[in-house]
């Protein structure tokens, strides 16, 4: 791709659909060459197992250009269901030239983002731990393309408000480590009549902060969401550690801040 015959290739990852910046991975950059060899390892935190049925992986190598924009060399794409767990699959792929992304997605299924959360109830604190330990692919909320998100969670129904608790706000990022505990303080028994509803934001100086995404874990939810809430129930004083995927829908009530 340059003057000298050489290129400067980097590799860059995105699951597709919803190819964002938040799903973005990279390579380092690599010098005049045009046979580079990186044995780096990228990691994808909070992959679900409909997402290995359903996305695919878009593997592109680009030349970094200093001046300009930085160009396209070809690209590879492999469907997340050729995979199995814990196994090493290795792939020898021609690159082609750039694929179209389509467009017509389904946006109903709109994804903000994943949250890894633990749950534990304590018999030792007679009280519910929950651990908000980091998101990932958070949907970009700011000019920059970033987002400072911090997280709330409320156990429900709260009547006088007492139950809400805050991350500390991580700065410029759209995949934060938080490594928060949490305890509420509440029997076992009462447990089953509660949900915990857990939001992202985005920090905002000097105007209302924004609302990223949000889960509800309880009795009342479905799949993932029901089946974590109800292993923490069954298992005392065992930690048990989810992802869940975010959405834009929540209660009402949430969307205060």
Known sequence: MDHNGLADPYVKLHLLPGASKANKLRTKTLRNTLNPTWNETLTYYG???????RKTLRISVCDEDKFRHNEFI????????????????TFS???????????TEDKSLEERGRILISLKYSSQKQGLLVGIVRCAHLAAMDANGYSDPYVKTYLKPDVDKKSKHKTAVKKKTLNPEFNEEFCYEIKHGDLAKKTLEVTVWDYD???????IGGVVLGIHAKGER??????????????????????NELPGAALSD
Do not use: A, Y
Not at 47 to 53: G, K, S, W
Not at 93 to 103: N, R, S, W, Y
Not at 205 to 211: A, L, Q, Y
């Open 93 to 103: 792929i021609c690159l082609e030239k750039q694929l179209p992304v389509d467009k």
């Open 74 to 89: 070809g690209e590879t794409r492999v469907p997340l269901k050729k995979l199995k767990p814990n196994h090493t699959k």
């Open 226 to 247: 029901l089946k974590h809430w109800f292993d923490c129930l069954k298992n005392k004083d065992k930690r048990i550690e989810r992802w869940h995927t975010l959405t």
């Open 47 to 53: 992959i679900t197992d409909e997402d290995m049925i």
């Open 205 to 211: 100086i000097g105007k209302s902060n924004d609302f």
